[in-house]
């Protein structure tokens, strides 16, 4: 069992950045696909980026030329490296981790996840 626990968020003009931190507790987080999510105010959760256990990654088109998503194995954390923020980009964040299973194609990052942290703000004030 793994315990996620989001930090970096915060308050920024448009334009800033942030880095975003999720720290797994647990032994297995090198085996884990490991992905990132956003809940703005009255909208639905939405996909942001992911990353498998070896090291593919995928990023959402709204952010795919901004945003950059890493890992690193041994300090158990991954992180959302965010350079250039826009206001629709102010939501909760959440990280969210599963463990590795044989799945195919783009299974992966599109299953439902099956841990989640508890969230961080970002605010992007215009």
């Known amino acids: 069992q793994v315990q996620l626990v989001e930090s970096g968020g915060g308050l920024v003009q448009a334009g800033g950045s942030l880095r975003l931190s999720c720290v797994a507790s647990g032994s297995t987080f090198s085996t884990y696909d490991m992905g990132w999510f956003r809940q703005a105010p009255g909208k639905e959760r939405e996909f942001v980026a992911a990353?498998?256990?070896?090291?593919?990654?995928v990023l959402a088109d709204s952010v795919k030329d901004r945003f950059i998503i890493s890992r690193d194995n041994a300090k158990k954390t991954m992180y959302l490296q965010m350079p250039v923020l826009k206001s629709e980009d102010t939501a909760v964040y959440y990280c969210a981790g599963n463990p590795w299973r044989p799945v195919t194609g783009d299974s992966w990052y599109r299953d439902p996840y099956e841990y989640w942290g508890q969230g961080t703000q970002v605010t992007v004030s215009s």
């Open positions: 990353m498998r256990w070896g090291g593919s990654f």
